[in-house]
């Protein structure tokens, strides 16, 4: 069964229109993650949640912002997407830092 | 910051044989390191990790060692199968700010 579950799987937007990723999780971990990953590279960290305190990267792009309503939630908004955000979109939740991270199977993203 | 480095980016193995994985790392302190397998359109798994107070860890035909004097793990697949074949990630955990960092990935390809 899967623990972290990322909706939409595909999610298609047009330049500058605002979207919105998904990411719940059933293992009520204390900490959850959203990951960057372009064609051929690694994940790369945009942001984590360790409970409701919000820890953003410092190369972070201003236009990536987060929220996380409850523990089982996490959301990822864009608020105006440009080509070069086109990517696969990561979740990961673990239980706490410096522990295992469980990631989902992300979110692809593209822009029209 | 952390920074880890992955070698090699690509490897080609005969169904049967081993393969190793190699990952140096930049911050002494550092003391989690996974390893993440990711299949095509799927999200990263964790097949082992090892932490700074062990040297070798192993699990079925998996195996990962620790030099924390020279900074680096590997990675150690016996009796590759070709369900074997993906990208595998090392990652190091930064000791500020208990966030992962990962090496660039390497392709294993095995070939029945």
């Known amino acids: 069964d899967a623990m972290v579950i990322q909706n939409p799987r595909y999610q298609v937007t047009q330049f500058g229109k605002p979207v919105t990723l998904s990411c719940s999780q059933t293992l009520n971990h204390n900490v959850m993650y959203w990951y960057q990953q372009k064609s051929s590279q690694a994940p790369k960290l945009l942001f984590h949640y360790y409970d409701k305190d919000f820890n953003n990267e410092a190369d972070t792009p201003d236009n990536f912002q987060s929220r996380r309503p409850n523990t089982s939630f996490c959301f990822l908004d864009i608020r105006s997407p440009g080509l070069g955000d086109a990517a696969m979109y990561l979740c990961?939740?673990?239980?706490?830092?410096?522990?295992?991270?469980?990631f989902g199977d992300g979110t692809r993203l593209s822009i029209l | 910051g952390e920074n880890v480095e992955q070698h090699p980016s690509t490897l080609s193995v005969q169904e049967g044989d081993s393969a190793v994985i190699k990952c140096t790392y930049s911050?002494?302190?550092?003391?989690?390191f996974p390893w993440y397998k990711q299949e095509l359109g799927k999200g990263p798994q964790l097949i082992i990790d090892i932490r700074s107070n062990v040297g070798e860890k192993k699990d079925q035909r998996i195996a990962v060692t620790l030099n924390k004097t020279a900074k680096h793990f590997s990675l150690h697949i016996t009796e590759t199968q070709p369900e074997d074949s993906a990208v595998y990630f090392c990652a190091a955990v930064d000791s500020g700010y208990s966030t992962l960092t990962f090496g660039k990935g390497t392709m294993l390809l095995v070939s029945p």
């Open positions: 911050d002494s302190a550092s003391n989690y």
């Open positions: 990961a939740t673990s239980i706490d830092r410096n522990q295992p991270q469980h």
